[in-house]
């Protein structure tokens, strides 16, 4: 079975602080797709960045990037310089495997709440 | 830009009563899914379909249903409410390739007495 794991309920970082927040992940299957979702005060999912199973290079976006460790089922997401704008619930969430029985099934972490302190 | 409505914002229902939720999609999105979502507990995914008339059990699928008659639009189904099914439930869909992110509905707060 599936699971991601997001141990980190609640965070504070400084401004202009880089922040990493922590997701693993288990599955058996060899290929599957890794997301990170904020979710703001407004309710709202925000999508963030996406990693591959068999993506060479960790995926970037902006300020977002993910430390993707294959071996130790991590997806960390890095903020780099945190802006007050940051401060959110932010979700790891796991697609299953490509040629699986349940390959459109998404399932999420329990989150982590950031907050960006002035 | 990719709609996902809700049909309600809030809601109040009563214990035992049939409760319907609805999401429509604008962008002929493939799949769908419904998840509740609960502090300290994240967003636990009750039931997806990807395809007309499919679907497939989530996480937490005990006092659900779903219908999917058309692509368009995924309802939910709480055959008889209890009040341990007060949540926020939110509706996502999303294109069927491997690495397409889902687009998520404003979600359904909602109370039961």
């Known amino acids: 079975a599936q699971k991601i794991t997001q141990t980190q309920p609640g965070m504070f970082v400084q401004e202009k602080e880089a922040v990493t927040l922590d997701c693993t992940y288990d599955t058996s299957d060899p290929s599957y797709g890794l997301f990170w979702y904020k979710q703001p005060s407004s309710g709202e999912m925000i999508f963030l960045i996406y990693?591959?199973?068999?993506?060479?290079q960790n995926a970037t976006e902006g300020r977002y990037s993910l430390n993707f460790q294959k071996a130790r089922k991590s997806a960390n997401l890095v903020i780099s310089a945190s802006q007050l704008g940051d401060s959110a619930m932010y979700f790891c969430?796991?697609?299953?495997?490509?040629?699986?029985?349940?390959?459109?099934?998404?399932?999420f972490g329990s989150g982590t709440r950031l907050s960006i302190r002035p | 830009d990719v709609k996902v409505t809700q049909s309600s914002r809030y809601l109040v229902k009563r214990t035992g009563e049939k409760v319907f939720l609805e999401c429509v999609q604008d962008m002929d999105h493939e799949n769908m899914f419904w998840y509740r979502q609960d502090p300290g507990l994240g967003l636990r995914l009750i039931y997806f379909?990807?395809?007309?008339?499919?679907?497939e059990k989530g996480d937490i699928p005990e006092g659900y249903s779903v219908s999917r008659e058309k692509k368009e639009r995924f309802s939910l189904i709480l055959e008889s409410a209890s009040t341990n099914q007060t949540s926020m439930y939110l509706c996502?869909?999303?294109?069927?390739?491997?690495?397409?992110?889902?687009?998520f509905g404003d979600g359904t707060r909602l109370s039961i007495l």
């Open positions: 379909s990807y395809d007309v008339k499919m679907k």
């Open positions: 990693q591959g199973s068999y993506d060479q």
């Open positions: 996502a869909s999303n294109l069927d390739g491997y690495n397409q992110p889902q687009h």
């Open positions: 969430a796991m697609r299953g495997g490509l040629f699986s029985s349940s390959a459109s099934k998404i399932i």
